[in-house]
């Protein structure tokens, strides 16, 4: 979904995304059931928990260095692929709750993304992707995340 802005081969190199610590086990993915089964299919002691009509990954062991690593994450990158999570097909973007209204914001963990200048961030949005976030957003409410101090807010949804 962001191809044409961030290259898949950037992506491949970091994957910083798919690994998270206690400060930011929150940022974890909304899957959906199709997409939990599929993880199950292949990792059976995985577990996952509802959250508002998606599921959320049950976060129980940090390794030695502390950290969670998504079990879709493999070798060869995600094994979900192109199906991955809305979440993670717009990252470093987020859609969260500022105030009693809807924004996407930018994680600034993703270094690659968060150097370009505000307005190719903003641009891109206004391209199509704004619309197509809040869209899915409406019928896929889990995903809309607590505002996170720390992460700029790049839009507003658009008042009715
Ligand atoms: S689902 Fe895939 S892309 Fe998303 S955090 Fe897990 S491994 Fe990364």
Redesign the pocket.
């Known amino acids: 979904m962001l191809k044409k802005i961030l290259s898949g081969e950037t992506c491949a190199k970091c994957r910083l ?2 690994v998270f610590d206690r400060y930011d086990i929150w940022e974890t ?1 909304v899957f959906t059931q199709e997409l939990c089964e599929r993880i199950s299919a292949e990792k059976p002691d995985v577990r996952f928990m509802p959250k508002d009509g998606g599921y959320i990954l049950r976060a129980e062991e940090f390794d030695e260095d502390q950290l969670f690593r ?1 079990p ?2 493999t070798d060869t990158g ?1 094994m ?1 692929g192109d199906d ?2 809305f979440d ?1 097909r717009i990252w470093p973007y987020r859609i969260m709750n500022v105030g009693g209204r809807r924004a996407i914001t930018i994680a600034s963990i993703c270094e690659e993304m968060y150097a370009r200048p505000l307005s190719q961030l903003t641009e891109f949005l206004k391209e199509g992707l704004a619309a197509t976030i809040f869209a899915y957003a409406d019928s896929h409410p889990e995903i809309v995340k607590p505002y996170y101090e720390g992460y700029p807010v790049l839009m507003f949804e658009p008042e009715e």
């Open positions: 995304c798919c993915p998504c879709a994450l995600c979900l991955k999570p993670c």
